[in-house]
């Protein structure tokens, strides 16, 4: 009997487990008391916005004229000044020879725009690329300082990483904001990533020191006879194969940071959990945009951990 043969009824055991599930949260839905909206959250992501002109000061139309889909007004204003408008036929709101003050409108255009759902992903996806990469930074260099001789600097990093992991990130947050914020005059969003930046780097910190100390010693002290100094031994021979057994760990903290970004909101930052609150406040379609919110950040995650294996893939390869 072939591996395939042996491995089938577990595919299909597997199969069965999840139709299982699916079929559990259609029966859970259908019991409750709710009307669902689906229909209602593609707006959310894109919608066609509209566009209201109006003149500038007091004056008369001198001409209404059509343009294809457009219409064309020609407004003369009080001190002979003529102004085009082109509004979208069908919109036009005056009449050749109609007077006009400041302000009264003559017609819409429409333009296709980011709903607050897509703008809450882009706020979530810079915030969290910025934080990680400061986090990274701030983790690498706390790591060194880990495995160092020197105790001043052992010490330092010892107390920065015991104090962040041992506090809650949105403790953390309110610190950044509301104390350090008020010192500093810090923007909320500044004081968002560095409570991020300085919550991941705790954590990177000690997955680099444990991909340090997983390296043999032989390999610096064969640096070492080689004329290397420390921190050449360190670039060159063991932060680069410390990389390789560390990039499974890493992805899972950035995951993480992606996913701990939404506490921001508690600072009245726009991400895409406060634009997923927004919405619901407006639409009361609690479970739709909660769903829609969960799906977002179970693609963005699982894009970055296909970039992650992909990653691994090659490393892997080059060894």
């Known amino acids: 009997m072939n591996a395939r043969a042996r491995t ?14 699916a079929a559990s949260l259609w029966g859970a839905t259908q019991r409750i008391d709710y009307t669902w909206r689906w229909k209602r959250i593609p707006q959310y992501f894109v919608y066609r916005g509209e566009d209201v002109a109006t003149v500038p000061a007091d004056g008369r139309v001198e001409e209404v004229r059509e343009a294809g889909d457009e219409a ?81 600097l052992r010490g330092l990093s010892v107390v920065y990483v015991e104090v962040i992991r041992g506090t809650p990130l949105l403790v953390q947050i309110f610190i950044f904001y509301f104390f350090l914020g008020t010192v500093l005059d810090l923007d909320r969003i500044v004081a968002g990533v560095l409570a991020l930046a300085v919550f991941a780097g705790a954590y990177v910190a000690e997955i680099v020191r444990a991909g340090i100390q997983s390296i043999p010693r032989g390999q610096m002290e064969a640096a070492r006879s080689l004329g290397m100094n ?16 560390t990039l499974p760990p890493l992805a899972g903290q950035f995951i993480s940071l992606i996913k701990d970004s939404s506490l921001v909101s508690v600072i009245a930052i726009t991400d895409l959990t406060k634009s997923g609150r927004e919405v619901i406040t407006s639409t009361f379609a609690t479970f739709e945009i909660w769903f829609t919110v969960a799906a977002m950040y179970f693609v963005i995650t699982g ?17």
């Open 8 to 21: 089938w009824p577990w595919y299909l055991l597997l199969a069965v487990i999840l139709l299982g599930v």
């Open 72 to 152: 064309v007004v020609v407004f003369v204003d009080e001190t002979g000044e003529r102004h085009e408008f082109r509004v979208a036929a069908g919109t036009v709101r005056v009449s050749p020879g109609e007077d006009l003050f400041a302000g009264d409108p003559v017609g819409s255009t429409f333009a296709w725009r980011t709903g607050p759902l897509l703008n809450g992903l882009w706020t979530t996806l810079w915030l969290s690329f910025f934080s990680g990469i400061l986090g990274l930074l701030l983790g690498l260099v706390a790591g060194l300082c880990r495995v160092a001789k020197n105790p001043t």
């Open 230 to 245: 420390v921190p050449q031994a360190m670039r060159h021979i063991i932060l680069p194969q410390a990389l390789k057994r």
């Open 303 to 319: 894009l970055l951990s296909q970039v992650i294996q992909w990653m691994e893939r090659r490393l892997a390869v080059s060894d």
